[in-house]
């Protein structure tokens, strides 16, 4: 079974930036935080990922609660192309560990 | 860099009949593979973990005679949906693990329906 829970959909504005919660109560401590999206019909695609400090790329940024129990993906200016399933896993990184997907966030931008 | 591709990316085929899946680690080489099935609407379910030269491992529930998976060579993973049915209509993923840093990538996926 996953070990995160999402709210199933959101909706954001274009331009606006999308803040997607997960709640990942019962994290260990050598597991990090990934987040993946898929776009209808398409594999998914890495985002980003972290372990407890706060991390950003060019694609978004991921903020941890400083527990651990919960952590936020920011899109600072969502646009229709990040209209997508966005996936939030926990897994223990640099082995073989695999991903169980849960549910998901359905996250729908609009012009 | 970090590219996974799938072949064919759709297939029709009667019931029955075998079908198999390609997925490949283009610009890295992948230990470990692993394929999903996802149905309409539903969230993507692990079949099997794929390992080079040994046995795949299934989840609970995937029949292992029936979902055939080869992992000949570390870029280069099979499965083949063997007496294929119109229920294993699906849309089948795989990922490769790069065995440099053990991130996975997806690839983009094949869209089987059974006839």
């Known amino acids: 079974d996953a070990k995160t829970t999402q709210p199933p959909s959101m909706d954001c504005a274009e331009g606006r930036a999308a803040n997607l919660p997960c709640n990942h109560s019962?994290?260990?401590?050598?597991?990090?935080v990934y987040w993946y999206r898929q776009i209808h019909s398409q594999g998914p695609q890495y985002i980003i990922h972290?372990?407890?400090n706060n991390e950003t790329n060019e694609m978004a940024s991921l903020i941890i609660t400083e527990d651990r129990k919960s952590s936020t993906l920011i899109l600072p200016h969502a646009t229709l192309r990040d209209t997508a399933v966005y996936y939030c896993?926990?897994?223990?990184?640099?082995?073989?560990?695999?991903?169980?997907f849960g549910t998901g966030t359905r996250l729908q931008v609009f012009p | 860099g970090a590219v996974v591709s799938q072949h064919p990316s759709w297939v029709i085929c009667k019931s029955g009949t075998s079908v198999k899946i390609e997925c490949r680690s283009l610009?890295?080489?992948?230990?470990?593979m692993f394929w999903y099935r996802q149905f309409p609407k539903q969230s993507l379910m692990l079949m099997a973990t794929?390992?080079?030269?040994?046995?795949?491992?299934?989840e609970q529930g995937v029949e292992k005679d029936k979902f055939l998976i080869n992992h000949a060579s570390l870029t280069l993973s099979t499965l083949t949906v063997t007496s294929a049915h119109p229920e294993d209509s699906s849309f089948y993923i795989c990922?490769?693990?790069?065995?440099?840093?053990?991130?996975?990538?997806f690839g983009p996926g094949t869209r089987l329906t059974v006839t």
């Open positions: 019962t994290i260990s401590g050598n597991e990090y």
């Open positions: 794929s390992n080079e030269g040994s046995k795949a491992t299934y």
């Open positions: 990922s490769a693990q790069d065995r440099a840093d053990y991130e996975q990538y």
């Open positions: 896993i926990v897994r223990v990184a640099y082995n073989t560990d695999k991903l169980i």
């Open positions: 972290g372990l407890k």
């Open positions: 610009d890295f080489q992948a230990t470990t």
